[in-house]
């Protein structure tokens, strides 16, 4: 079964930086899909970086694109998210997702498992 377990988030002003990780369990080893994922209260889960753990190939939405940097770290199963030049509508809960199958990297569906969220709150 695989686990995944989010750390990191925490309260940061516009303008700092945090550091999210996401350690996996259950599926070393194999080629997946590793996505970090975001929601606020109201709105729906919005795709926000993603990283192929063979290969290495990344995905980002516009938003993030030049700020955000997804890597991973195979040895320890770890996949992290460092985020700079944070703005207040980057507040939200953060999840890791796992995908077996590589369909749209931004659509929460195509993710199999999930964490349980870390929050990110900047503010102004």
């Known amino acids: 079964q695989v686990q995944l377990v989010e750390s990191g988030g925490g309260s940061v002003q516009a303008g700092g930086s945090l550091r999210l990780s996401c350690a996996a369990s259950g599926y070393t080893g194999a080629n997946v899909r590793m996505g970090w994922f975001r929601q606020v209260p109201g709105k729906e889960r919005e795709g926000v970086a993603a990283i192929n753990t063979s290969g290495g190939g990344t995905y980002y939405t516009t938003a993030v694109q030049g700020r955000f940097i997804i890597s991973q770290n195979n040895a320890e199963n770890t996949v992290y998210l460092q985020m700079d030049a944070l703005k207040p509508e980057d507040t939200a809960m953060y999840y890791c997702?796992?995908?077996?199958?590589?369909?749209?990297?931004?659509?929460?569906?195509?993710?199999?498992?999930w964490g349980q969220g870390t929050q990110v709150t900047v503010s102004s």
């Open positions: 997702a796992a995908a077996r199958f590589f369909q749209f990297w931004y659509d929460p569906k195509s993710y199999n498992y």
